[in-house]
């Protein structure tokens, strides 16, 4: 049981609980290597012994370390401790974009556009990595006290391998943001990415999803049979061309939609100008109103339960009268009951397959892998993941998932990881970098924390903590599995003893501290019995102590010893003036003086 004071992997000491999701706990703690605050997510107890639970909790990891963003949540470290699975990440101190809506009801334009800007922005980077969210919505966006975005939950992002049924199910629990096709069980692909940042994009300007029902089945029909409600009939200053971009976004059809999230930012970033604001209504093209009809999970098995469209030339449709709404609507009705129909078939039917072992492909060719998982009866999924590795040449199978060994329906779509070779950086110049934050860059680009040794010495141009001097020079290309990288940190100007300067004379004082670097500064004199004027009284810092170079020593010379008091008396002024000084009031005489 993790509790405060708990201490995963000698290094993470838990000191707070943030909060606890579907399958996993997530804790505040504080690294004890790096001295910095950081999320450690660790799956919960129940799902320990669950390996679908465990691939996808590892799939995360695995998805968000590719992505190196300013507005996705850095992971800085993935482990398995007693059969229990952790992943270090970014800790961000703020709130969720679900509940930053609430908070804000009536959140700024400008600032709907920046805050979805930079959400765009990072899944741009995700789908250039060929990773797929899959799970859009407020509550996996996180918005820091700075007012900055970052996507976390990346859990599902790598293409699943379960039939679509499962991932239907998987999927409902965020139904408010699912696209159609994800809604009727088919594959999820970048517009259905898009499809939900839409909605998202709709809830930051009205305050509320579109669609709402009593189950997530009924939500889930209104996605493919409901037209997304016109955000300016809720607020006529929503500008025309920002609501076409939440039209453009949640088209049904994917064709209707944007290519890609860049063209998505593209047409945002400009909604607000003036120069478009006399823009019209976004209306699909793909599908008129008369036409439309809902592609069914199945399209064969839809065909077996009704007769399907007849396709009709340009000249007989003119001639045909328009059909009636009511007709439209009640086909699209019959549509969608017959796609969820056959989900429930096909999930039924799942049941009954028989139960496969995934055969072990690695370091296959893709060939040889392919062959081998089809006489398995196992599908191989068409997108081939590249991956890096050390171990496993270029070109060969470094992985499946779902994994080795690990027990599939028949049938099932396993995907395939080929080898790329070693995932080779360029070294950066870390010079002049404190020691904690180049470190913890290394650790970000793959380095093993273990692997990046420091040594301290002395430097007096540099500060303390500060890298003067790196093992691998700038630009090489290493291998941040297996390179080992020594910097030299600087302990600042190296120490030495003050000397003992006491009766030493002015130009004697100033010349020694010339010499070893340090600089002089003169305090008033003060009066001394032992000390002849003009010498050195004392020093601060005193003789014996420690100092560097650039370091300030004040110093004090004597004023020689006080002159004595007079004392008035009814002797004649004559007297005074003829009476020798005793011995009491004698000062130094200059054969006194100490060379």
């Given amino acids: 049981m993790i509790t405060v004071g708990t201490i995963i992997d000698e290094r993470y000491e838990i000191i707070g609980n943030v909060g606890s999701g579907g399958m996993?706990?997530?804790?505040?703690?504080?690294?004890?290597?790096?001295?910095?605050?950081?999320?450690?997510?660790?799956?919960?107890?129940?799902?320990?012994d669950d390996q679908d639970a465990i691939r996808r909790f590892r799939r995360e990891a695995l998805a968000a370390t590719e992505l190196v963003h300013p507005n996705i949540v850095g992971v800085y470290d993935v482990g398995e401790e007693n059969g229990m699975q952790y992943i270090v990440m970014e800790y961000v101190r703020g709130t969720d974009l679900k509940h930053y809506i609430h908070e804000n009801p009536s959140i700024p334009l400008e600032k709907v556009v920046d805050i979805m800007g930079q959400i765009l922005s990072a899944i741009s980077l995700a789908h250039q990595h060929r990773i797929i969210h899959r799970d859009l919505k407020p509550q996996n966006i996180l918005m820091d006290e700075n007012g900055v975005a970052k996507i976390t939950d990346f859990g599902i992002a790598i293409a699943l391998s379960e039939t679509s049924i499962t991932q239907t199910n998987t999927l409902l629990g965020s139904v408010h943001y699912l696209s159609p096709e994800q809604a009727r069980g088919g594959m999820a692909t970048r517009q259905?990415?898009?499809?939900?940042?839409?909605?998202?994009?709709?809830?930051?300007?009205?305050?509320?999803?579109?669609?709402?029902?009593?189950?997530?089945?009924?939500?889930?029909?209104?996605?493919?049979?409901?037209?997304?409600?016109?955000?300016?009939?809720?607020?006529?200053?929503?500008?025309?061309?920002l609501e076409n971009v939440v039209l453009h976004a949640t088209a049904k059809e994917i064709a209707d939609r944007y290519v890609s999230v860049d063209e998505m930012y593209a047409d945002l970033r400009t909604s607000l100008n003036p120069e478009r604001a006399n823009e019209p209504r976004f209306v699909?093209?793909?599908?008129?109103?008369?036409?439309?009809?809902?592609?069914?999970?199945?399209?064969?098995?839809?065909?077996?339960?009704?007769?399907?469209?007849?396709?009709?030339?340009?000249?007989?449709?003119?001639k045909k009268p328009p059909k009636k709404k009511k007709s439209r609507k009640k086909k699209m009705i019959i549509f969608a009951v017959l796609a969820l129909a056959v989900i429930g078939a096909v999930f039924f039917l799942a049941q009954g397959r028989e139960e496969i072992r995934v055969p072990d492909v690695t370091d296959m060719t893709r060939a040889e892998a392919i062959e081998v998982l089809e006489k398995a009866k196992l599908q191989v999924d068409p997108n081939i993941?590249?991956?890096?590795?050390?171990?496993?040449?270029?070109?060969?199978?470094v992985k499946t998932d779902p994994a080795a060994k690990s027990?599939?329906?028949?049938?099932?779509?396993?995907?395939?990881?080929?080898?790329?070779?070693?995932?080779?950086?360029?070294?950066?110049?870390?010079?002049?970098?404190?020691?904690?934050?180049?470190?913890?860059?290394?650790?970000q680009q793959g380095f093993k924390s273990e692997n990046i040794k420091t040594d301290e010495v002395y430097d007096e141009s540099a500060e303390r903590n500060t890298i003067v001097k790196q093992s691998i020079r700038e630009n090489a290309e290493v291998s941040p599995e297996k390179s080992q990288i020594t910097?030299?940190?600087?302990?600042?100007p190296e120490s030495f003893v003050l000397e003992d300067m006491t009766?030493?004379?002015?130009?004697?004082?100033?010349?020694?501290?010339?010499?070893?670097?340090?600089?002089?500064?003169?305090?008033?004199?003060?009066?001394?019995?032992?000390?002849?004027?003009?010498?050195?009284?004392?020093?601060?810092?005193?003789?014996?102590?420690?100092?560097?170079?650039?370091?300030?020593?004040?110093?004090?010379?004597?004023a020689g010893p006080k002159a004595p008091e007079t004392t008035e008396t009814s002797a004649p002024e004559t007297s005074e003036t003829t009476t020798p000084p005793t011995s009491d009031t004698k000062t130094t005489e200059p054969n006194d003086t100490p060379q």
Wanted: charged letters at 20%.
């Fill in 192 to 241: 259905s990415d898009i499809y939900a940042l839409g909605i998202i994009l709709y809830e930051m300007l009205i305050g509320e999803v579109p669609f709402e029902g009593e189950s997530a089945v009924s939500i889930a029909l209104k996605h493919f049979q409901n037209d997304i409600p016109f955000v300016r009939d809720h607020n006529p200053a929503i500008p025309q061309p």
């Fill in 407 to 443: 027990m599939v329906k028949e049938n099932a779509r396993i995907t395939l990881f080929v080898s790329i070779g070693s995932k080779n950086i360029k070294m950066k110049d870390y010079t002049g970098w404190n020691v904690d934050e180049a470190i913890s860059d290394l650790v």
């Fill in 487 to 492: 910097f030299s940190v600087s302990k600042g």
């Fill in 385 to 397: 993941e590249e991956i890096a590795s050390d171990e496993i040449e270029e070109g060969r199978i």
């Fill in 503 to 558: 009766g030493y004379s002015r130009s004697r004082v100033a010349a020694y501290l010339q010499s070893v670097g340090l600089t002089m500064v003169e305090g008033a004199a003060e009066h001394s019995e032992t000390i002849a004027e003009g010498q050195l009284l004392y020093s601060v810092p005193g003789g014996g102590v420690s100092v560097q170079k650039g370091d300030t020593v004040t110093v004090v010379f004597s």
């Fill in 24 to 48: 996993a706990n997530v804790y505040l703690a504080k690294d004890l290597i790096l001295n910095r605050e950081v999320a450690v997510k660790v799956l919960r107890f129940d799902f320990q």
């Fill in 284 to 318: 699909p093209t793909v599908m008129t109103d008369e036409t439309r009809a809902i592609t069914s999970l199945q399209p064969e098995a839809v065909s077996a339960a009704a007769e399907p469209p007849q396709t009709e030339t340009a000249e007989a449709a003119a």
